[in-house]
């Protein structure tokens, strides 16, 4: 792979610090820095080989299964269990990172907040 690492990657390496919530063989889960909600986590695939939901809904979607399976874990146990989920796709629709994120929006959500 050719690619610079993400910045999502290098959480997973333990480059860059984060409040790493949850961890499996796959996937990386932790607190978004800029939070919008009262609860907002980003599910992340260890590997960035997908850059949106798009490509790995189409690619691979066991994984794509394995991180609703994990948000709704984590949903339970930080916002009981009811929870937004979102995928940005695009520049255009507020995508900044280019390494398919999960965001789990929950807790007292406002109307409009999207991640
Ligand atoms: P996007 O805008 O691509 O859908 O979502 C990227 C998200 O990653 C944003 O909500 C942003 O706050 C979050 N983010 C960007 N850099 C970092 C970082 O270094 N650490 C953490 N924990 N979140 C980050």
Do not use: W
Not at 46 to 74: C, D, F, G, I, W
Not at 95 to 110: I, W
């Amino acid at each position: 792979m050719s690619e610079e690492p993400s910045i999502f990657t290098k959480i997973v390496n333990r480059e860059i610090p984060a409040d790493i919530v949850a961890e499996t063989d796959d996937l990386i889960a932790f607190r978004d820095i800029h939070p919008q909600a009262p609860v907002h986590l980003l599910v992340v695939p260890k590997t960035q080989q997908y850059h949106n939901v798009v490509e790995l809904a189409a690619r691979n979607p066991a994984l794509m299964a394995s991180m609703v399976a994990l948000a709704s874990q984590l949903a339970d146990r930080y916002c009981g269990g009811e929870f937004r989920l979102v995928f940005n796709t695009g520049e255009a629709a507020g995508q900044t990172v280019f390494h398919v994120h999960a965001h789990v929006l929950g807790g007292g959500l406002d109307e409009g907040s999207l991640g």
